[in-house]
């Protein structure tokens, strides 16, 4: 069974910093590329990033370019988020995702909630 | 506010049948698949349709995709009470190298 499992999320002082985990189980990490997709407290989906199956390729929606880094550790089947200099506009729930070959998102996790407050 | 369009709401009653809309651009909808995602509030999405028209495994018949140029949609026919949830479709975008969603649609269950 595929699972998914984001850790990391709290509350954090806008400029401060969080790292999120996902630990991705019950399939061959290291076959998919996998995203992070954000939402906020009643909002829409949100793409955040994305990294390719041995991380060598990163993307970032322009909102948290410079800010976020995605990274990857094939031998521990874990994902992760750096997150610096946050924003109260970055406080959403963090979802951790798997891009199969035909594209798109097939499998999320629960998410974990980051708040960005003072 | 989204790359993706798709109206705020959408209602049937059970046995109905729904659709909801989703327009988009040549960069996104005109030259990528679309995938669809329910979403019952306080829960992850849940891949609902894949490459246009494809279902999962488990997802019922009753649910069916389609795309024309830049504009998709998804189809709810027999509506019944559990199918109560958001629903947002999906694009890879060539300009954002990343994927675009929809604002969503909530869809209520008369």
């Known amino acids: 069974e595929v699972q998914l499992v984001e850790s990391g999320g709290g509350l954090v002082q806008p400029g401060g910093s969080l790292r999120l985990s996902c630990a991705a189980s019950?399939?061959?990490?290291?076959?998919?590329?996998m995203h992070w997709v954000r939402q906020a407290p009643g909002k829409g989906l949100v793409w955040v990033s994305r990294?390719?199956?041995?991380?060598?390729?990163?993307s970032y929606a322009d909102s948290v370019k410079g800010r976020f880094t995605i990274s990857r550790d094939n031998a521990k089947n874990t994902l992760y988020l750096q997150m610096n200099s946050l924003r109260a506009e970055d406080t959403a729930v963090y979802y951790c995702?798997?891009?199969?070959?035909?594209?798109?998102?097939?499998?999320w996790g629960q998410g974990t909630l980051v708040t960005v407050s003072s | 506010q989204s790359v993706l369009t798709q109206p705020p709401s959408a209602s049937g009653t059970p046995g109905q049948r729904v659709t909801i809309s989703c327009s988009g651009s040549?960069?996104?909808?005109?030259?990528?698949?679309v995938y669809w995602y329910q979403q019952v509030p306080g829960t992850a999405p849940k891949l609902l349709m894949y490459r246009n028209s494809q279902r999962p495994s488990g997802v019922p018949d009753r649910f069916s995709g389609s795309k024309s140029g830049t504009s998709a949609s998804l189809a709810i026919s027999g509506l019944r009470s559990e199918d109560e949830a958001d629903y947002y479709c999906?694009?890879?975008?060539?300009?954002?190298?990343?994927?675009?969603f929809g604002g969503g649609t909530k869809l209520t269950v008369l």
């Open positions: 990294i390719n199956s041995d991380g060598s390729s990163t």
């Open positions: 999906a694009a890879w975008d060539d300009s954002l190298s990343g994927p675009v």
């Open positions: 040549s960069s996104n909808i005109g030259s990528n698949y």
């Open positions: 995702a798997r891009a199969p070959a035909y594209g798109g998102i097939d499998y």
């Open positions: 019950g399939f061959t990490f290291s076959n998919y590329w």
